[in-house]
C-alpha cells in the first residue's frame, strides 16, 4: 500500500496517509520504496510565519507498524499491522529552518531515495540503501 508519513506534533505519533485521506496513527512505521516529498511553498510558510505545518512526508510502500490505531474507522491491511524491523544503519532527518530536503543526518547530504526506511517512537528515522543526491 502505498503512504506518505509524517510525524504529528499534536498526539506524538506517525500519521499514515493515503489518497488524501489519514488511515491512522503509530508509534513506529516501516516503509520500503522511499522517496522524501517536502512542498517548498509549505517550508517557505515555516520560515515566513516561524510556525511548522506539514509540508514533509516520506512516500513509500507500507510495509508495518506498531502500536496502530485507525482514524475515523479507516484502517489498514492486517499484514501491515506487523512491525517489521530490517536493521536501517543510516539517520535521516528533515529541519525546514536548516535544510531544505531530508538529508543524511550525519553528513547533511540530500536524500532521494530509501530502499527501506524505520520512522521510531522517538521520533528518529533509519534508512538503509540510500541513494544521495550528487
Same mark, same amino acid.
Given at each position: 500500500?502505498?503512504?506518505?508519513?509524517?510525524?504529528?506534533?499534536?498526539?506524538?505519533?506517525?500519521?499514515?496517509?493515503?489518497?488524501?485521506? #489519514?488511515?491512522?496513527?503509530?508509534?513506529?512505521?516501516?516503509?520500503?520504496?522511499?522517496?522524501?516529498? #517536502?512542498?517548498?511553498?509549505?517550508?517557505?510558510? #515555516?520560515?515566513?510565519?516561524?510556525?511548522?505545518?506539514?509540508?514533509?512526508?516520506?512516500?513509500?510502500?507500507? #510495509?508495518? %507498524?506498531? /502500536?496502530?490505531?485507525?482514524?475515523?474507522?479507516?484502517?489498514?491491511?492486517?499484514?501491515?499491522?506487523?512491525?517489521?524491523?530490517?536493521?536501517?544503519?543510516?539517520?535521516? %532527518?528533515?529541519?525546514?529552518?536548516?535544510?531544505?530536503? +531530508?538529508?543524511?543526518? /550525519? %553528513?547533511?547530504?540530500?536524500?532521494?531515495?530509501?530502499?527501506?526506511?524505520?520512522?521510531?517512537?522517538?521520533?528518529?528515522? +533509519?534508512? %538503509?540503501?540510500?541513494?544521495?543526491?550528487?
Amino acid at each position: 500500500m502505498k503512504v506518505k508519513v509524517y510525524f504529528n506534533l499534536h498526539n506524538h505519533k506517525w500519521s499514515i496517509k493515503s489518497n488524501g485521506k #489519514v488511515l491512522g496513527h503509530a508509534d513506529q512505521v516501516t516503509m520500503i520504496n522511499v522517496k522524501p516529498s #517536502v512542498s517548498q511553498a509549505g517550508r517557505q510558510r #515555516v520560515l515566513a510565519e516561524k510556525r511548522k505545518n506539514v509540508h514533509a512526508y516520506l512516500v513509500g510502500d507500507l #510495509v508495518g %507498524t506498531s /502500536e496502530f490505531t485507525p482514524f475515523r474507522g479507516r484502517d489498514i491491511s492486517q499484514a501491515a499491522k506487523k512491525n517489521m524491523a530490517f536493521f536501517a544503519q543510516d539517520e535521516i %532527518t528533515y529541519n525546514p529552518y536548516k535544510y531544505d530536503r +531530508f538529508v543524511q543526518k /550525519e %553528513t547533511g547530504i540530500g536524500i532521494e531515495f530509501a530502499g527501506g526506511v524505520e520512522l521510531k517512537k522517538d521520533r528518529r528515522v +533509519f534508512a %538503509t540503501n540510500l541513494v544521495l543526491q550528487g
